[in-house]
């Protein structure tokens, strides 16, 4: 069976979700705002939710089509195979959104695509009434310039959560992005990772993962293992795939500071939940006293930013020292993620690249120095 899917991802992230999903083997992936489609059949649906490090959810898409009216909305989701996914007992709530279209109702919208399914399905299996008792099947559905795409989200709880912070600290960054943000300082398996605001270790935590090549998913279950879609033997092979391509002699070490004692205790514990401990060196240590410990290095950090933890004077201070602190040297990167236009003059430095990406609704530049 071929599948078409699709990947919501933060802004910013989709050419890194592009390229992983190739790597996995998908086909005719392609580029949208904030999200990338792609085909394969359930092994490559199981392998993306399982690898993917970028993404926010797999979805099967199940149709895609004009709606610039409640009734064309309603004919054609009730014309998808909806019986090929969901049971007679199934559960199937109804969530999306509505941008520049004609139909701008979001409840509205979720009442007549629940009730085409319903009539779908009515059809179908010869029954009135549906109790909903069995598994989730989301349906998700997106409207957008009177384009409607309807999906089911195959992954439950979202792709970036790995399991490994049940508990952090105040204003975290989002794995997926802390993940990218190494992806795109070329974090590799022989570098020293640094990150003096290390708070819970996401960025630390992410680094080592990607240097070791361990798939996020590799411990966890998502939504559509209870539907009974995939069958056992995928699954199966899918982890132990991953399971073959996981690095374990490597020079990788990380190295994490914070002026909070009470981050590095949960990084080192989170670290421990996702098996990457051993590869931790962590201090208290104010950023002012920032020292390195190799000669050559990858540093990725997200420092407080004056918007969310403190006033905007004192991150300019930090920004100030990170640019004393991070000076030009051979060997040596420095990736910085800040909200603040003024970040470069108070870095000191023009930066060699910057990616606009956002921070949950923050926007924010990724500021690369590596000359």
């Avoid at 939710?49 to 926010?56: D, G």
């Avoid at 996981?246 to 990788?252: A, G």
Wanted: with cysteine; proline share 4%; net charge neutral.
């Amino acid at each position: 069976m071929n599948l078409l899917m699709t990947a919501p991802c933060l802004l910013g992230l989709e050419g890194l979700v592009a390229d992983e999903l190739k790597m996995m083997d998908a086909q005719n992936v392609r580029v949208e705002n904030g999200r990338v489609f792609f085909e394969g059949g359930k092994d490559i649906l199981a392998r993306a939710n399982i690898n993917s490090r970028f993404s926010e959810r797999i979805l099967i898409v199940l149709g895609r089509f004009n709606a610039s009216s409640f009734e064309e909305l309603f004919e054609g989701v009730k014309a998808l195979p909806w019986a090929d996914f969901i049971g007679c007992n199934d559960t199937f709530p109804v969530k999306g959104y509505c941008l520049n279209s004609t139909l701008h109702s979001v409840p509205d919208c979720q009442k007549i695509i629940k009730k085409a399914v319903v009539e779908s399905l009515k059809k179908e299996y010869k029954v009135s009434l549906f109790k909903e008792s069995g598994p989730v099947h989301q349906i998700q559905f997106s409207i957008m310039k009177n384009e409607a795409v309807i999906m089911l989200d195959t992954t439950g709880r979202g792709l970036h959560k790995r399991g490994y912070r049940p508990e952090s600290n105040i204003a975290p960054i989002r794995e997926t992005l802390a993940a990218a943000l190494c992806s795109l300082s070329h974090l590799r398996h022989y570098h020293a990772l640094y990150d003096p605001c290390c708070g819970s270790g996401t960025i630390l935590i992410e680094g080592a993962m990607l240097a070791h090549n361990i798939a996020p998913g590799i411990d966890r279950n998502f939504e559509c293992d209870r539907w009974g879609f995939i069958e056992e033997s995928v699954w199966k092979s899918e982890r132990q795939r991953c399971h073959d391509i996981i690095k374990k002699d490597t020079d990788f070490a990380a190295y994490g500071s914070d002026i909070d004692p009470h981050a590095l205790e949960l990084t080192m514990i989170n670290s421990k939940r996702i098996g990457v401990d051993k590869y931790m060196h962590l201090e208290q240590r104010d950023i002012k006293d920032f020292a390195f410990y190799t000669q050559n290095c990858t540093l990725v950090t997200n420092p407080p930013y004056g918007e969310r933890m403190l006033d905007v004077r004192e991150a300019e201070k930090i920004y100030h020292i990170m640019g004393e602190k991070f000076l030009p040297q051979k060997g040596r990167s420095y990736g910085i993620i800040s909200p603040d236009e003024e970040f470069e003059r108070n870095f000191g430095r023009k930066a060699d690249k910057r990616r606009k990406l956002y921070n949950g609704m923050i926007k924010c530049q990724y500021y690369s120095y590596f000359k």
